[in-house]
């Protein structure tokens, strides 16, 4: 799982040098259907991803998007007659339920469909007009995490291309997204190292927690959300990823002593409300940490990306230290992530083709 981490900024400079050449179907795509309403069918790590990338992929896209569930959308829903477009999303291209609603869609044939899949040659790709390399090949760790941060790249990469060629990006500004993108992953490796130093300050409290949520908002409801995907699957205690308004409308009210709290705050106007909840939490419980880009509101149990970076891409590096976290907990529990469990699951729940 580390391996992985440490190969995400050598990942993300691959995608954004390729990128003209893997989203070229795509950009004619756009280019000749001009799709302003998408819907995108993902689910797990990939529903997460997408949810990171959605504000900016609306803001710079000027495209509505809205995130279905598989299964769901199979037995509940159908295509909305102001979709033009419908992207799958599995990073593995085995997920039975997306492949499942990606046939449902391509069935009918009057909608374009996009597969954003690693696995170019895996049984989801039938089933769409067009097929779009995520770009970080097969990942064999179950608990996916360079996968995350390139399915969250090569969005926003769509995202700018597809701004382009509906006019909502100049030249200038697609260059000038792309440059911003590039500057942000060379921070990664030092994100690695602040995270490592923070978890090793932190490991005795952080270890003990038997419960987290997770708090995030705006682009980071996706990056709260995946946080609380990757600690279920490797530090397997209850953890739950929330927006921030939705937090405070229940769900504070379990909040103990033993209750262990992580919010993502980000350079947003609503990161005083974020660092206001979190003052007022420090009242029940001692475990109130922080990941942040904000240089304001810093206290021990805060670790400070110290980045000035836009809320709208934050979330393109922010599920970072949550991934290590949930590593290092994992880890400093005695869990030995290498020994899988349930190993019967898929064959028996039919999960994945």
């Given at each position: 799982m580390m391996t992985y981490i440490h190969e995400e900024p050598?990942?993300?400079?691959?995608?954004?040098?390729?990128?003209?050449?893997?989203?070229?179907?795509?950009?004619?795509?756009?280019?000749?259907?001009?799709?302003?309403?998408?819907?995108?069918?993902?689910?797990?790590?990939?529903?997460?991803?997408?949810?990171?990338?959605?504000?900016?992929?609306?803001?710079?896209?000027?495209?509505?998007?809205?995130?279905?569930?598989?299964?769901?959308?199979?037995?509940?829903?159908?295509?909305?007659?102001?979709?033009?477009?419908?992207?799958?999303?599995?990073?593995?291209?085995?997920?039975?339920?997306?492949?499942?609603?990606?046939?449902?869609?391509?069935?009918?044939?009057?909608?374009?469909?996009?597969?954003?899949?690693?696995?170019?040659?895996?049984?989801?790709?039938?089933?769409?007009?067009?097929?779009?390399?995520?770009?970080?090949?097969?990942?064999?760790?179950?608990?996916?995490?360079?996968?995350?941060?390139?399915?969250?790249?090569?969005?926003?990469?769509?995202?700018?291309?597809?701004?382009?060629?509906?006019?909502?990006?100049?030249?200038?500004?697609?260059?000038?997204?792309?440059?911003?993108?590039?500057?942000?992953?060379?921070?990664?490796?030092?994100?690695?190292d602040q995270t490592e130093s923070f978890y090793t300050q932190h490991a005795t409290e952080l270890t003990a927690i038997p419960r987290f949520a997770i708090i995030g908002y705006g682009p980071t409801v996706g990056t709260a959300k995946e946080g609380e995907t990757k600690f279920t699957e490797t530090v397997r205690i209850p953890t739950q990823g929330f927006e921030l308004e939705a937090f405070m409308h229940g769900p504070y009210l379990e909040v103990n002593q033993s209750y262990g709290l992580i919010f993502i705050k980000t350079k947003s106007l609503l990161a005083d409300r974020a660092e206001m909840l979190k003052q007022y939490l420090n009242r029940y419980t001692p475990h109130c940490f922080s990941i942040s880009t904000d240089l304001n509101n810093v206290d021990e149990k805060t670790l400070n990306l110290e980045l000035d970076v836009d809320e709208w891409m934050s979330s393109l590096i922010l599920a970072i230290p949550l991934q290590i976290l949930a590593y290092r907990i994992a880890s400093g529990r005695g869990i030995d992530l290498s020994i899988r469990i349930f190993d019967d699951f898929d064959k028996v729940l039919k999960s994945k083709v």
């Open positions: 050598q990942v993300c400079r691959e995608i954004i040098h390729n990128a003209d050449n893997r989203l070229t179907v795509f950009k004619q795509l756009v280019q000749a259907k001009q799709p302003k309403t998408w819907l995108v069918l993902a689910t797990g790590s990939s529903a997460n991803a997408m949810q990171s990338a959605k504000y900016y992929m609306e803001k710079n896209a000027g495209v509505s998007i809205e995130i279905q569930e598989p299964f769901n959308f199979v037995h509940y829903e159908k295509v909305k007659p102001s979709i033009d477009f419908v992207l799958a999303v599995s990073q593995s291209g085995h997920s039975y339920s997306t492949i499942e609603a990606l046939k449902k869609v391509h069935a009918g044939g009057k909608v374009p469909t996009a597969v954003m899949t690693s696995n170019l040659d895996s049984p989801i790709t039938a089933y769409a007009n067009t097929v779009i390399d995520i770009g970080c090949g097969v990942e064999k760790v179950g608990f996916v995490t360079k996968g995350f941060t390139a399915t969250v790249l090569t969005s926003m990469l769509m995202a700018i291309y597809a701004g382009a060629a509906f006019g909502t990006l100049s030249t200038e500004k697609v260059s000038l997204e792309i440059k911003k993108l590039s500057s942000l992953i060379e921070h990664i490796p030092t994100i690695i």
